[in-house]
């Protein structure tokens, strides 16, 4: 179990090391893209992050910058697994 005092710990050790220049600001968001990539990018229904991974998906579909086309396949295949999922329950 991490404590308080291994937080305390970690981010003064991140701090000290940014300012001692040995890890600067854009390789510490780096590393932070890519933790977050490997938490948060294994997508599976029953997981602990499925809720925020609905809202983030809510959030980017809401904000328009998604390609209409590749959504229009998105919505094709959740389509086809609907039916087969009606198909097999007949």
Not at 19 to 41: W, Y
């Amino acid at each position: 179990m991490t404590t308080q005092a291994d937080i305390i710990s970690a981010s003064m050790s991140v701090a000290r090391d940014v300012a001692e220049g040995r890890i600067s600001p854009a390789e510490l968001e780096a590393e932070a893209a890519e933790e977050c990539r490997r938490l948060f990018a294994t997508v599976t229904p029953d997981g602990p992050l499925w809720p925020l991974q609905v809202e983030v998906a809510r959030g980017v579909l809401a904000s328009g910058q998604f390609d209409p086309n590749e959504l229009a396949e998105w919505a094709a295949v959740a389509r086809h697994r609907v039916a087969v999922a009606e198909s097999a329950r007949v």
